[in-house]
């Protein structure tokens, strides 16, 4: 075999095993993907910052009651908004996703977190907490208190209402008396107490 | 007339047809393990990250919910990543003082992000949403597999166009109630409705046009 003819081969060879390793330009095209970073932007961050003084569709938040749980400056005393079974159902799914593992699953403030050394969060079940307003509770989830952190930008009003529906269910279910229990699920008590 | 080739030639000649043969197929075959390899595919393998977050930790022990951190993955086609904020939420006061979380609490004072690595990336020419497959009843752990028991993140699957279609084709298989989609070592009992249940309330079809994932 002539040198020239055997480094053609090799260098077909070669080539072979590397085009496995060809990059398309189509798969990284010039557009910014969520949080890619820019060379555009002086900050070389992709994800820009809203503008000052606009608000983005579906944040326009109307000052009511709704959104703020306040009236005239008071926490309000009762949930302003419908409280549904479906309500409720949104309250435990979001209960679940960021209070369960600080505040524990029934409300003890006994979390999996608080077990790893978080400082302990009030139980639900203190004779303050079962008589404050409504408004309190949604105050301390959108702007935190203590060590907790303020949820204002992560959880929509409507789903912050929908926690505490949740917490006063929770209460409830603590401080029920087993006579004030639809008939069918009392008998179903009293078959699980024998 | 004397032979030319002495009869040891006649197993050289046969050895060497057969070899070129083995050869051309060796060749394809190193070449088809190469693609297939986690050198190309880059499955099961863990990237370099800022802060060696480990969901085993928050997810398995923990216990903490996906959408704590990862909050659009049931509205967004993104999944999202969490700010500095949301470690600061609990590193603030718990393991406050680790010298692995220095990068977290750098970023929390200068307001630089975290760079995290991306181990999951789609070509730009592939679309994906995690709304929809979310939403309709596909798993994190059908997709991302035991992310509870990952102590770092790594692809566990290849991501390439056959594994979407293999679903694609026949997605009953693989759905589960809304509810059980952020469960792990999860089993169908008795009382769970059949895929072919799930596809029928979630009018789910077999979608296989080109311009479904190439938009």
Redesign the interface.
């Known amino acids: 075999m002539s040198p020239v003819s055997r480094s053609a081969i090799l260098g077909l060879l070669l080539g072979l095993v590397l085009l496995p390793g060809c990059v398309q330009e189509m798969a990284n095209q010039p557009r910014i993907d969520p949080l890619e970073p820019s060379a555009f932007f002086p900050d070389g961050s992709g994800a820009r910052p809203q503008v000052p003084g606009t608000i983005a569709r579906g944040q326009l938040y109307a000052d009511n009651a709704a959104t703020t749980g306040r009236e005239d400056g008071e926490p309000v005393q009762t949930i302003p908004i419908e409280v549904s079974a479906g309500l409720l159902a949104e309250g435990r799914k979001q209960y679940g996703i960021y209070c369960d593992h600080c505040h524990g699953s029934a409300g003890y403030g006994d979390g999996m977190v608080v077990q790893r050394g978080f400082p302990h969060p009030p139980t639900y079940y203190s004779e303050r907490l079962l008589n404050v307003p409504d408004g309190h509770l949604f105050a301390v989830i959108t702007d935190g208190l203590g060590r907790m952190p303020g949820y204002k930008a992560r959880i929509e009003p409507q789903d912050r209402w929908a926690i505490v529906a949740y917490v006063r269910a929770l209460q409830l279910s603590q401080h029920a008396d087993a006579s004030e229990l639809p008939a069918d699920l009392r008998n179903e008590l009293t078959a699980t107490d024998e | 007339m004397p032979q030319i080739f002495h009869p040891s030639m006649n197993t050289i000649s046969r050895v060497s047809i057969f070899g070129a043969v083995f050869f051309v197929m060796a ?1 394809v075959g190193v ?1 088809a393990a ?2 297939r390899s986690p050198y ?1 595919t880059e499955v099961g393998v863990v990237r370099v990250q800022p802060v060696p977050f480990s969901h085993q930790h928050h997810v398995g ?5 996906c ?2 951190c990862h ?1 659009s993955v049931e509205t967004e086609a ?1 999944a ?2 969490p700010s500095t ?1 949301v470690c ?3 590193h ?3 393991w406050a003082d680790s010298p692995m979380l220095e990068p977290v609490r750098e970023s929390y004072r200068t307001g630089e ?1 975290l ?1 995290w690595n991306r181990v999951h990336d789609l ?3 592939a679309y994906f949403n995690h709304a929809i497959h979310v939403r309709q009843g596909v798993a994190c752990e059908t997709c991302h597999g035991r992310v509870d028991e990952m102590p770092l993140m790594y692809r566990e699957e290849t991501l390439h166009m056959q594994w979407c279609l293999e679903c694609h084709r026949n997605p009953e298989v693989f759905l589960r109630p809304s509810e059980d989609v952020f469960a792990f070592d999860w089993e169908p009992d008795e009382s769970t409705p059949t895929g072919e249940e799930l596809a029928a309330l979630h009018g789910i079809e077999s979608k296989t046009d080109c311009s479904t994932c190439h938009r």
């Open positions: 060749a070449g190469i693609v190309a022990d923990v216990g903490i919910d959408r704590y909050r993104f999202g990543l904020d600061m939420d609990c603030s006061v718990l992000p760079a070509p730009d020419y």
